[in-house]
Nanobody, 123 residues
Framework: QVQLVESGGGLVQIGGSLRLSCAGS????????MGWFRQAPMKEREFVAA????????YYADSVKGRFTISRDNAKNTIYLQMNSLKPEDTAVYYC????????????????WGQGTQVTVSS
């Protein structure tokens, strides 16, 4: 069992930056690939980025490539999402999730989820 808690969301201006954190608990946290997903109002949850258990590889959605960076610190049981050059279309609730493969982009293939943190990008 893995418990996940996101933090770091908020209101930011267009072009600004935010760093999201996801703290995990449970003995097996460091054995899971971790992903970030987001869900905007009236839209389906979509993949943002993922990282392998050992942080050796990452994978990004085309819409965030070059702007967002996923990382993890297994000593702290925490993953991060550094978001730069934010756009209004990045506005969503952001979720972290634990899964078996960092190449999986389908939400239902991630068995463990946090409660989400709101990110709002406004002018």
């Amino acid at each position: 069992q893995v418990q996940l808690v996101e933090s770091g969301g908020g209101l930011v201006q267009i072009g600004g930056s935010l760093r999201l954190s996801c703290a995990g608990s449970g003995r097996t946290f460091t054995s899971y690939a971790m992903g970030w997903f987001r869900q905007a109002p009236m839209k389906e949850r979509e993949f943002v980025a993922a990282i392998t258990a050992n942080a050796a590889s990452t994978y990004y959605a085309d819409s965030v490539k070059g702007r967002f960076t996923i990382s993890r610190d297994n000593a702290k049981n925490t993953i991060y999402l550094q978001m730069n050059s934010l756009k209004p279309e990045d506005t969503a609730v952001y979720y972290c999730a634990a899964g078996l493969s960092y190449r999986e982009t389908t939400p239902r293939l991630y068995p463990y989820w946090g409660q989400g943190t709101q990110v709002t990008v406004s002018s």
